[in-house]
């Protein structure tokens, strides 16, 4: 039998039978349609993120206490609840001194509620010095930052991100007004503007920034830091850099053995590598539930096309009287479940495309301004690999039990 022969009785074999052919096909397209979207949604996730933690800047450092245990980009101890105090003061002034350093900012986190007038919102705030803005590329909606000598007289000002800045006063001006944190006021001086999500999960948006003094002796009666945020200079290429941060903070732990370090130290790169690692698990993980959906609608067709064989049977037996060899038979049945199995991948594809594309726009429109639609090539190669292989291993034994039949008992079949 000649392919096109073999393409032609497929072809009626399925249209003999539209609505059965459709439900069949209705477990692909689903199947296919839900790793498009999945798949798609992953992607456009792992730009956006990458986009925000390359707004912060290409060159630079974060230096977090406690050592990494096992993998090289395995988290810091302080990342998992452990509190840590090996960051001080010494480290900072031994810091400023390395000529491959541009800027310095060492900071420390807290949780509290904001208060103004009465409204309230839980918040987390920072207390850091003036480099800390220009090291993370914030820029000033309103006002300014804090100075120098509001870190050593220890004043109590602030500066808040614009969502922030939204929920307390709405369409206030907030210059000057007097929020309170932990029952202590602070006069706000500038307010950011719109950033997103940056290092370590913050939303920036509802930031509240002060002074490391004052954060450090009255909000959370500390002498250490959570965090070095360190700027390089752009001569100096970053590992060479990291490389000096990491002699400089052993010498200055008294540290000898490179696996008693106390301090962990990860670049731009390595945090772009660690997300971009936990994007794609995520993305699989989820590619891989939505393909149980393609696994039943395979078992699907695979009893569907055995239906067929039997309503066929004897037709199965006049081919075979008339000549038809058993892979003749195999090829009719097998073209038959992955013509299935390829237009419900393509039916799939251009449905969760266009879905995705919808879904997109809706978060863009309606939460994240700064979601991008993605559609990655893999999505595209998958759905067409998965769709056939589908065709071809759920019709095999179908086709098979079609190819086994008797041509004398076939002919009498009732």
Not at 235 to 249: A, E, P, S
Not at 332 to 346: H, I, R, Y
Request: hydrophobic share 45%; proline share 3%.
């Amino acid at each position: 039998m000649k392919i096109n022969d073999a393409l032609r009785t497929a072809y009626e074999g399925i249209s003999s039978a539209k609505v059965r052919t459709m439900l069949t096909m209705l477990g692909i397209v689903i199947g296919i349609s839900s790793v498009m979207i999945l798949m798609s949604l992953g992607a456009s996730a792992q730009a956006l993120i990458i986009d925000q933690v390359q707004g912060v800047g290409s060159n630079l450092i974060f230096v977090v206490p406690g050592a990494s245990k096992g993998s090289k980009m395995a988290a810091p101890q302080s990342s998992q609840g452990i509190v840590i105090k090996t960051l001080v003061a010494a480290d900072v002034n031994a810091l400023r001194q390395e000529p491959s350093i541009l800027r310095l900012a060492p900071d420390v986190r807290g949780g509290a509620r904001v208060v103004f007038e009465n409204k309230d919102t839980s918040i987390t705030y920072q207390g850091s010095t003036p480099e800390f803005f220009a090291i993370r590329n914030f820029e000033f909606a309103r006002g300014g930052a804090f100075t120098n000598e509001d870190v050593t007289g220890a004043n109590r000002v602030a500066v808040i991100g614009s969502q922030l800045a939204v929920d307390l006063f709405g369409a206030r001006d907030p210059m000057g007004k007097i929020i309170r944190l932990k029952n202590i006021p602070f006069r706000i001086i500038g307010v950011l503007e719109k950033k997103g999500v940056g290092a370590f999960g913050i939303d920036e948006d509802s930031l509240v920034i002060i002074p490391i003094s004052v954060a450090q002796k009255q909000l959370l009666g500390i002498n250490y830091y959570n965090t070095l945020s360190i700027e390089a200079q752009p001569q100096y290429d970053i590992n060479f850099v990291k490389d000096r941060i990491t002699k400089v903070l052993r010498f200055s732990h008294r540290v000898t053995d490179p696996d008693k370090e106390d301090f962990t130290i990860r670049t731009q790169e390595d945090v772009l590598s660690l997300l971009g690692n936990i994007t794609g698990v995520l993305s699989a993980f989820l590619s891989a539930i939505a393909s149980i959906s393609l696994i039943v609608g395979g078992i699907g067709i695979m009893n569907i096309m055995l239906v067929s064989v039997l309503e066929r049977t004897k037709e199965i037996g006049l081919r075979k009287a008339l000549g038809a060899k058993n892979a003749e038979i195999i090829l009719q049945f097998l073209l038959e479940s992955v013509m299935l199995t390829f237009v419900g991948g393509l039916i799939g594809t251009l449905s969760g495309g266009v879905l995705s594309f919808l879904i997109s726009t809706a978060i863009r429109n309606f939460g994240q301004p700064d979601w991008t639609f993605q559609m990655p090539m893999s999505a595209l190669i998958l759905s067409a690999t998965v769709s056939t292989v589908t065709g071809i291993v759920f019709g095999l034994y179908p086709a098979r039990q079609a190819a086994k039949r008797s041509p004398v008992e076939a002919l009498r079949y009732e």
